[in-house]
């Protein structure tokens, strides 16, 4: 079974940074495309960014330019950086796989919070 653990979130002022991590047990993670989701609160879970196995990215209209995806096969990790932080952005922060396909269970997310 494999575990996510996410890291790197905190309290930030608007247009702040932050870099969130996220470490894969095992070995199938390079092989795969993943995924950062966020969840609001009082909000569904949504995607925010994909990137696939070759590095391939994607974004979120509303994250667009201000995050970056990236993944280090051979550390099993995954990246988010996050530029130029609004108050829209705070939520749970969480990885997984891309969307459409059976997801593994979700680790504890890392808290982003944008406020002054």
């Known amino acids: 079974q494999v575990q996510l653990v996410e890291s790197g979130g905190g309290l930030v002022q608007p247009g702040g940074s932050l870099r969130l991590s996220c470490v894969a047990s095992g070995n199938i993670f390079r092989i795969l495309g993943m995924a950062w989701y966020r969840q609001a609160p009082g909000k569904q879970r949504e995607l925010v960014a994909t990137?696939?196995?070759?590095?391939?990215?994607n974004y979120a209209d509303s994250v667009k330019g201000r995050f970056t995806i990236s993944r280090d096969n051979a550390k099993n990790t995954m990246y988010l950086q996050m530029n130029s932080l609004e108050s829209d952005d705070t939520g749970a922060y969480y990885c997984n796989k891309g969307p459409g396909t059976t997801l593994w269970p979700w680790g504890q997310g890392t808290q982003v919070t944008v406020s002054s």
């Open positions: 990137i696939s196995r070759g590095g391939i990215t």
